[in-house]
């Protein structure tokens, strides 16, 4: 509500006769501040301004503009839709009280008017007012104090997201730059794969950008990996290989306890989970740690698939030199219906210029911001 003056709340006396606005400025100029406009023009001017009257006291019969228009262009204005308005008038048909009411009048007051009715209803009225300023400003606050925090909550979990996801890389990386490369490959190929009739209805705006949120993770199961394995220069074993292999439990397995210790289920923490446990599961059914094969392998760790084994493709490792774009794509390629579904695979090729804008903008001797 605006501030006013003394404290006291601004009434408008709309009324093309003289007599009628001393009658009311006589009973009411002791409570209120009174501001007095002898035309529906004018009164429409004065509520224009940026100081606004807290009620409007309204005749209907005036020349030129009528009441009930004046009525209806305050309750179509936003700025001056929620102040309370009265009419004051000779019209005391049902069916003229009626149509007051319907314009969104609150109140509707027959001449000759009681001095003590007048002054009960206007108090009613502008105590209502106050409440639902009171209300409305409330929630205004509310809603803002909501969106922030959830843009903090949000900014936390992408700092962690990457921060846990680091921690992993550090292990066998050089640089956190294999984060930032794969998150943005997934969120390319998931935006050009739900063009797919299979994925559309699955890869949603939000969902696209939790996959993207979530990819740091998919490796985060490596912390459980033994140096001498993780960092070894040479082919593992077989047994060693097999020991490798379980950072995907590993991973998987710790974000689902951390999301049963929430106890609530978070979109964020299923996809992480997901993507940490099948993002090496195969299209023929020969990969792990559970040998699924088609559809049985959730989406999200089909489209992360690809982007992780482009990447260790392209990058070198301790154990290998770093293949070419062009390399890794006829690798991916001969992989179609065998490592990988065929339509990411096809989705991929679509767009396999932008993976290595990505590689080159986010290569391992670069310090970018993702």
């Known amino acids: 509500m605006d501030a006013v003056p003394g404290n006291l709340a601004t009434i408008l006396i709309v009324d093309d006769t003289i007599d009628n606005i001393v009658l009311l400025s006589e009973i009411l100029r002791h409570k209120y501040r009174i501001k007095i406009a002898t035309s529906g023009e ?61 314009l969104g009048a609150e ?79 997934i969120r390319a190929l998931a935006y050009r794969a739900r063009d797919f009739p299979r994925f559309r209805r699955y890869l949603s705006e939000e969902t696209i950008e939790l996959l993207h949120k979530s990819a740091p993770l998919h490796d985060i199961g490596k912390v459980g990996i033994p140096d001498c394995i993780l960092m070894k220069p040479g082919k593992l074993s077989a047994e060693e290989f097999e020991i490798m292999k379980t950072h995907t439990t590993i991973g998987g397995n710790a974000i689902l306890a951390a999301e049963r210790q929430l106890h609530v289920s978070t979109s964020f923490l299923h996809f992480s989970s997901e993507i940490a446990l099948y993002h090496h599961e195969r299209w023929d059914g020969s990969g792990y740690p559970k040998g699924l094969s088609g559809n049985e392998i959730p989406i999200s760790a089909l489209l992360m698939g690809i982007p992780d084994v482009y990447d260790a493709l392209i990058s070198k490792r301790v154990y290998k030199q770093a293949f070419s774009h062009e390399q890794a794509l006829s690798m991916i390629r001969e992989g179609s219906g065998t490592q990988f579904d065929p339509e990411v695979v096809e989705a991929f090729m679509d767009i396999s210029l932008e993976f290595d804008r990505i590689a080159q903008s986010f290569n391992d001797h670069t310090e970018k911001t993702s």
């Open 107 to 185: 109140d509707y007051i027959a001449k000759p008017i009681s001095p003590s009715i007048v002054l009960a209803r206007i108090r009613n009225h502008l105590h209502l007012k106050n409440i639902r300023d009171f209300l409305r400003d409330k929630n205004e606050f509310l809603e803002t104090e909501v969106a922030r925090r959830t843009s903090e909550v949000r900014a936390i979990q992408d700092v962690l997201m990457v921060a846990l996801g680091s921690l992993a890389e550090t292990r066998d990386n050089e640089t956190g730059n294999h984060i930032r490369r794969t998150q943005k490959y």
């Open 42 to 102: 004018m009164a429409l001017e004065i509520v224009s301004r940026d100081y606004r009257p807290d009620l409007i006291l309204l005749d209907i019969m005036m020349p030129g503009m009528d009441g009930y228009e004046v009525c209806r262009r305050l309750k179509a204005d936003p700025k001056s839709e929620t102040i309370p308005l009265i009419f004051l008038t000779t019209k005391s048909d049902v069916s003229d009280e009626q149509m007051g009411l319907e």
